[in-house]
């Protein structure tokens, strides 16, 4: 009675006959005493079963009064009992329609969410896509830079067989080594970003697979929802689950259920705006390093052609001294031969001045006079002495002049050899090499 009392809305309908419009009859039940009750043959020792008159009458108004309350507590009870299911009806039906609305609205909230996750997981693969595609950017440069560094050593190399005086620290080497150095650099700096483009497409890819199980089970809860969604008084699937509104331990709270999620966009969209950081920063990092690269070769080409340059004047210079120096020997070996034939040709007046000497030392007595003639010849000797003194101190000079001239020209056609030598390395060794740098975009990662 008292869960009807909680169900009833309003006051029951009033009954046909009001219970306190029965007055409440108290009968008096005649005793058998007296002289015509049955009492005195009781007392006699006998027993009769008949009632007096008035307790026949009691009797029946007992029943017409029992059968009229129990019609009217049956009429009662029916009537509460029909508002009773009325009511409960309505509030089943209020109460279904309240719950199939919520789980609508649940349903609502689901779709966004899954629709939210549906397209951070797009995102996600479109950017790691990209971020694979800067990878492979970065992976074609660090193999196009190998070039570059096989022609930097390898000029370094070919320039070590340079020959004395032209194996120079000179500006070549300097700016190859630069280069060398700056290729190394490079390809540290490609190797390290290679490493984060990797660490980051596996994030990309943890997250992706986060959202993925979040809206696969977000898609599995909507179907369920769905489908429960769908259930009426009319559907032959549903039963009775006698404990299936018991709450599970493990159950999330619409708070944390929420939260859950957005912790998942959150991290999802942080790593996402991490990749495109790095794609563009690998975009800088690719487009700086292929500039880099390119402006040093140009630097290397340039140093390269001003030392072929020089090496060309400085070997044109020596062929022209060493085309003077030919001539120059050929007319000291003239003069030579010309000193030796002014000395062969002293001989003869010496041969006369002496013999004109020897044959006046034969003059008899006093004829052998220190005369003027005398005095002339023996100055005669003593100036064809000084000139083939001269002439012989002059030969030595001459002689020493023509060996220091063969030096010469030995010196200058060995450097002459030596600056070909190093044209020939410089110009067809290493100049031809260097033809094969690679492009720009192929440094950029687009080749």
């Known amino acids: 009675m008292a869960q009807t009392d909680v169900l009833l809305t309003k006051e029951p309908a009033p009954q046909t006959v009001q219970a306190c419009q029965l007055p409440h009859k108290l ?8 002289a015509h009750t049955s009492s005195g043959l009781a007392t006699a020792g006998f027993r009769t079963a008949k009632y ?6 009691q009797n029946c108004y007992a029943r017409y009064h029992q059968a009229f309350a129990d019609r009217d507590q049956s009429e009662r009870q029916r009537h509460e009992s029909q508002q009773l299911a009325a009511e409960t009806e309505a509030l089943a039906q209020r109460t279904q329609k309240d719950s199939t609305r919520k789980m609508g609205e649940r349903l609502q909230d689901m779709h966004c969410w899954k629709s939210e996750l549906q397209r951070q997981v797009g995102e996600l693969v479109a950017e790691t896509d990209l971020l694979l595609a800067q990878k492979q950017r970065l992976e074609r440069a660090l193999d196009a830079t190998a070039v570059p560094f096989s022609i930097a050593t390898d000029n370094l190399q070919c320039r070590e067989r340079r020959q004395h005086p032209d194996l120079v620290r000179d500006c070549v080497e300097m700016e190859l080594l630069k280069e060398a150095e700056l290729i190394r650099n490079i390809q540290e700096l490609l190797k390290r970003t290679i490493m984060q483009a990797v660490n980051q497409i596996r994030l990309n890819q943890e997250h992706k697979e986060t959202c993925e199980m979040d809206w696969s089970d977000k898609v599995e809860a909507y179907n369920i929802d769905d489908t429960c969604c769908r259930y009426h008084n009319q559907s032959t699937e549903v039963q009775l689950y006698p404990h ?8 999330s709270t619409p708070e944390t259920w929420a939260k859950f999620t957005q912790d998942n966009l959150y991290r999802a ?4 705006l991490a990749s495109v950081n790095l794609r563009e920063l ?12 390119r402006l040093q070769c140009d630097a290397v080409n340039l140093a390269f052609g001003r030392c072929c340059e020089e090496l060309e004047d400085a070997r044109h210079k020596l062929e022209q001294h060493l085309r003077k120096t030919l001539q120059e020997i050929t007319d000291q070996e003239h003069n030579f031969a010309a000193l030796k034939q002014a000395i062969r040709d002293k001989e003869a007046p010496l041969k006369v001045v002496q013999t004109r000497l020897y044959q006046r030392s034969h003059r008899p007595n006093v004829e052998l006079c220190r005369d003027s003639a005398q005095f002339r010849l023996v100055s005669e000797v003593e100036e064809l002495n000084l000139s083939l003194a001269a002439l012989r101190e002059k030969l030595l000079e001459a002689e020493q002049s023509l060996r220091n001239l063969e030096d010469t020209r030995m010196s200058l056609e060995k450097d002459i050899a030596i600056k070909t030598n190093s044209l020939f390395i410089d110009r067809q060794k290493c100049m031809t090499h260097r033809a094969h740098y690679p492009t720009a975009l192929q440094l950029a990662g687009y080749q």
């Not at 007096?52 to 009458?57: I, R």
């Not at 299936?244 to 159950?251: G, I, L, N, Q, Y």
């Not at 690998?282 to 880099?292: G, K, M, V, Y």
């Open 27 to 34: 009968y008096d039940v005649a005793r058998n005493t007296g």
């Open 52 to 57: 007096l008159v008035d307790e026949w009458f």
């Open 244 to 251: 299936s509104a018991t709450f599970e331990e493990s159950a």
């Open 269 to 272: 969209e942080r790593e996402r």
């Open 282 to 293: 690998i975009d800088c990092i690719l487009q700086d390093t292929a500039e880099d690269l």
